[in-house]
C-alpha cells in the first residue's frame, strides 16, 4: 500500500505560563492548534492560520531564523520539531503487519499569545473543547501522550525565556 504524506504544521500556543491543547473530536487524543499547509503557503503561515481559526487567538511565533539569505533567498522562521505523523494505521500499530496509509510531515512551532479567551471560527470545534495546562499538569496528568506532554512543557519554557 502506497502511503499519502501531507504537510502540516502545529503550533503549542503559550499564554501565561499555559498551553492550549483541545480533545480533538476525530483522534480523541489532546492536540494544540495545527493542520494542513495549504497550496502556496508557507509553513509559518499555516501555523499563524490555523491558530486563529481554531482558537480565536492572535500569536506570535517563537522562533529563530537563519541570518543567512540573498536578494532571492528569505531566512524562514525555524520551527523547533520537525516530525512524522501516522494518521491512517490499518492494524496494530508498530506491529510488522501494520499498513500507514496516510502520514503527516508536522512542523511544530512554539507561539506566545497575550491573553486566554478561545473563541474559534464557525465550523471549528467549540470553545469548551479547549483548556489551558501547565508545565505540571503536563507532567503529572495521563490525558496526554508523551510528545505532546513534553513538546508542551517546552513550549512554555522557550516562551517564557524568549518574551521576558
Given at each position: 500500500m502506497e502511503t499519502t504524506r501531507h504537510f502540516t504544521a502545529t503550533t503549542y500556543v503559550v499564554a501565561d505560563g499555559a498551553v492550549a491543547l483541545h480533545?480533538?473530536?476525530?483522534?480523541?487524543?489532546?492536540?494544540?492548534?495545527?493542520g494542513h499547509v495549504d497550496r502556496?503557503?508557507?509553513?509559518?503561515?499555516?501555523?499563524?492560520?490555523?491558530?486563529?481559526?481554531?482558537?480565536?487567538?492572535?500569536?506570535?511565533?517563537?522562533?529563530?531564523?537563519?541570518?543567512?539569505?540573498s536578494p532571492t533567498v528569505e531566512p524562514l522562521p525555524q520551527p523547533q520539531h520537525f516530525q512524522l505523523a501516522d494518521v491512517n494505521?490499518?492494524?496494530?500499530?508498530?506491529?510488522?503487519?501494520?499498513?500507514?496509509?496516510?502520514?503527516?510531515?508536522?512542523?511544530?512551532?512554539?507561539?506566545?499569545?497575550?491573553?486566554?479567551?478561545?473563541?474559534?471560527?464557525?465550523?471549528?470545534?467549540?470553545?469548551?473543547?479547549?483548556?489551558?495546562?501547565?508545565?505540571?499538569e503536563l507532567a503529572d496528568d495521563g490525558r496526554f501522550d508523551e510528545d505532546v506532554a513534553e513538546i508542551g512543557q517546552r513550549a512554555i519554557r522557550t516562551v517564557a525565556e524568549r518574551t521576558d
Open positions: 480533545l480533538h473530536d476525530r483522534t480523541g487524543k489532546w492536540l494544540p492548534p495545527g502556496g503557503e508557507l509553513p509559518h503561515e499555516a501555523a499563524l492560520r490555523e491558530i486563529e481559526e481554531e482558537t480565536g487567538l492572535e500569536a506570535t511565533i517563537v522562533a529563530e531564523r537563519d541570518e543567512i539569505g494505521v490499518h492494524g496494530e500499530p508498530g506491529a510488522p503487519d501494520a499498513d500507514v496509509s496516510h502520514q503527516h510531515v508536522d512542523l511544530v512551532y512554539y507561539a506566545a499569545a497575550e491573553e486566554r479567551a478561545i473563541d474559534p471560527a464557525d465550523g471549528e470545534e467549540p470553545a469548551d473543547a479547549w483548556e489551558w495546562f501547565d508545565a505540571d
